[in-house]
């Protein structure tokens, strides 16, 4: 079934290859992609590669790949059309025939166009910030201990103090009110709703940048006693607190062990500029599991630095859970005095931060001491409500992290240890917050590709670097559609030139997804290597004589087997003919 390509455009942007397989398996930053052990056969060190800028996975074993579509077709083990009736139930989307696919196309467009607005206005706050208006901001970033480089790095900005300023900088810019207003940059007037007015006024600017580098929201913070002390951008078509991270942008190609999370814009930045640069921020005080699938991209472990107050404590006994149920490490660095990160490392520097890091609690001791203190351990009746409400919190763990805290458990209630033990047995049928690991059913043994098959693959990798290295290559003299033997990299090749020779462009991941089967994995094997090509050309016309030299010799090998199978004397003279002749031209070949 041929699918609308807006609404598969739709579909894949809703359903990130990151985020997807990020749910089935741990993945790990390296080198620009993420890396995991491949579920798809048995793996013993980390072969399977994904690469969020192009949307596709690969196994560099068993050559497993291809789009989030070809990686749910083998994870729940559906076929093509229902791996995409999966994607669109995931996302909340209807099938294409019950859509309208122009309307699809609109939203597209209008999503762009609503990026491209906060980019702009980015560029205006941060230039705003260092012109005659962006005085009281940056003597407040002086004051707060906030330097030149790092307000630089984060984007930083101001927002001046007038009523329609960017909107009239927008909209010369080319920009309607419409985008602006669904971008949250604009909001319209209260008593005459015609009237315009810039929603950011005399705020110090924080821009919220995704994963992909895009600005998508702001965040602004009031440098006087103004209330509310901050406002932020709420829901748009890009941009929902629910499924982003302030500052995730910044962890994008490292390998982390951990990542700190934190409640506030200004905690991030100072810990990132006092070197602790794996810091984030949940855009809210609750983490929400789709922030939880997004920290699983970039680290096993999530350290909670939250406020001692009473709403940053019941975010982190949330945050555990969910940290937990998505396959993640919570664990809490216990902050002294009710400070926050930000006046913690500004008070005793980083370096007695990380000490507090090393002395963290785990998120089951947290919630098993935040128990203790809110039920007391001063009366029977307080030691005993906690002792109920801790074994029933730790019986629903596995055996061995069971035993990690009962003695804990005992000691605080003043019981036996043998009647926690017992106590903590009862509730082992209760449910886990541990969700089970998926299960794979196509199982795959790895295989090496042959000789010819790599040239083919880095010939189509060459065709698509660009549309014009692509109608460069196929206008060699050399190429030729003939020279791949694979069924499946020809027709993609073929399909590819057509696409850049009418539209002058190619929407290769979404072609990608449109595969199955061996297509889609030697197709995709293609395309992961196209970032190690810098001059595609040349490399393909290297290629086409390799090629030309492989052909040459096969045709001789099939040759020679027609000569020895040959009864007739005047047909082997004829072949032995032919043989000679490629034979010579192989030689010539070779030479040059």
Not at 147 to 171: C, M, Q, W
Request: glycine letters at 8%; a neutral charge; proline letters at 5%.
């Amino acid at each position: 079934m041929a699918f609308p390509e807006a609404w598969m455009n739709e579909l894949m942007n809703r359903n990130d290859i990151a985020q997807v397989i990020s749910e089935y398996t741990q993945l790990t930053p390296r080198g620009g992609k993420l890396w995991a052990h491949c579920p798809f056969h048995t793996d013993k060190t980390p072969s399977f590669s994904v690469s969020p800028d192009k949307q596709l996975f690969h196994c560099f074993s068993c050559k497993a790949g291809g789009s989030v579509i070809q990686f749910i077709m083998q994870a729940e083990n559906l076929p093509f059309i229902d791996a995409v009736r999966f994607l669109a139930n995931r996302a909340g989307m209807e099938m294409p025939n019950e859509i309208d696919d122009r309307k699809l196309m609109a939203q597209k467009n209008r999503r762009e166009r609503i990026y491209e607005a906060n980019r702009e206005a980015a560029k205006y706050y941060f230039k705003a910030l260092y012109g005659p208006e962006g005085g009281p901001a940056r003597r407040y970033l002086q004051n707060r201990g906030v330097n030149i480089e790092t307000a630089k790095r984060f984007g930083l900005g101001f927002s001046p103090d007038g009523f329609d300023v960017l909107y009239k900088h927008l909209t010369e810019a080319g920009f309607s009110r419409e985008v602006l207003m669904d971008a949250g940059l604009v909001v319209p007037g209260r008593k005459d709703p015609d009237k315009t007015y810039d929603f950011f006024r005399g705020r110090l600017m924080f821009p919220v940048i995704n994963a992909m580098g895009k600005v998508i929201a702001f965040g602004g913070r009031t440098m006087g006693p103004d209330e509310p002390k901050y406002i932020n951008t709420g829901d748009t078509p890009v941009y929902n607190k629910r499924e982003n991270i302030y500052a995730i942008n910044l962890l994008k190609g490292k390998k982390l062990d951990d990542v700190i999370m934190v409640e506030g814009y200004m905690d991030v930045i100072s810990l990132h500029q006092a070197g602790i640069d794996n810091a984030v921020a949940s855009l809210g005080t609750a983490l929400t599991s789709q922030q939880a699938r997004l920290l699983k991209r970039f680290a096993p472990r999530v350290y909670y630095a939250y406020d001692g107050d009473e709403a940053g404590q019941k975010a982190m006994i949330r945050g555990i859970d969910i940290l937990r149920e998505s396959e993640l490490e919570p664990r809490v660095i216990v902050i002294p005095g009710g400070m926050d990160p930000d006046e913690y490392v500004k008070a005793f520097g980083p370096e007695s931060f990380l000490v507090l890091k090393d002395a963290s609690i785990t998120g089951i001791r947290f919630k098993l001491e935040r128990a203790a203190r809110l039920n007391g351990l001063d009366t029977p009746d307080g030691r005993e409500r906690f002792a109920r409400e801790a074994c029933e919190l730790i019986g629903a763990l596995d055996p061995v992290e069971r035993d990690r805290y009962i003695p804990f458990v005992a000691e605080s209630a003043a019981l036996p240890i043998d009647t926690i033990r017992e106590q903590c047995g009862a509730s082992v049928g209760k449910s886990s917050n541990n969700t089970a690991p998926a299960r794979y059913n196509n199982y795959k043994k790895p295989k090496r590709d042959g000789e010819r098959l790599l040239c083919e693959k880095k010939l189509l990798s060459c065709v698509m670097v660009s549309c014009e290295a692509g109608l460069d290559i196929s206008r060699l003299e050399s190429f030729s559609l003939t020279l791949f033997s694979s069924p499946h990299l020809r027709a993609f090749c073929a399909k590819l030139i057509a696409e850049y020779s009418v539209k002058g462009r190619a929407e290769i991941p979404l072609m990608v997804a449109e595969l199955e089967g061996e297509a889609a994995e030697e197709v995709s094997s293609a395309y992961s290597d196209t970032d190690d090509i810098s001059s595609p050309v040349p490399v393909a016309e290297d290629l086409l004589k390799k090629l030309g030299l492989l052909t040459l010799k096969d045709e001789l090998t099939e040759l020679s087997a027609k000569v020895n199978a040959a009864a007739d004397p005047a047909e082997r003279s004829a072949l032995m003919k032919d043989y000679t002749a490629k034979f010579a031209e192989l030689q010539k070949l070779t030479k040059a």
